[in-house]
């Protein structure tokens, strides 16, 4: 427990970055567009992150979430274990895999 408490620590000052550049888009997307942002979803293996969820929820002000990238998607349920913790790292290669069929 101890590594992830100081793991977290090292990475704040990180994570207030991207924070800072969140809000920056969140307002300029409000400005122009007229309509404020609801929810923020998370993907990536950062998204794995202990807390990660509640501090951005709190930062930002936002629902936070993290990403599905299977929903919508025809597996074997059994296989909900091992998709649930892999769903997040594969967002990407799964969007990639998937782009010739949704185009």
Do not use: C, M, Q, W
Not at 13 to 41: F, G, M, Q, T, W
């Amino acid at each position: 427990y101890e590594a992830d408490k100081e793991l977290s620590t090292l990475l704040t000052p990180v994570i207030d970055v991207i924070i800072s550049e969140a809000k920056r888009a969140k307002d300029s997307y409000a400005n122009l567009h007229h309509e404020d942002i609801k929810r923020v979803v998370l993907t990536g293996g950062g998204a794995n992150l202990i807390g990660l969820r509640e501090y951005i929820a709190k930062s930002l002000n936002l629902e936070v979430a993290k990403a599905n990238s299977f929903e919508g998607i025809y597996y074997e349920r059994r296989l909900d274990p091992i998709l649930n913790d892999l769903s997040t790292e594969l967002a990407v290669s799964l969007g990639l895999a998937l782009k010739p069929f949704i185009e």
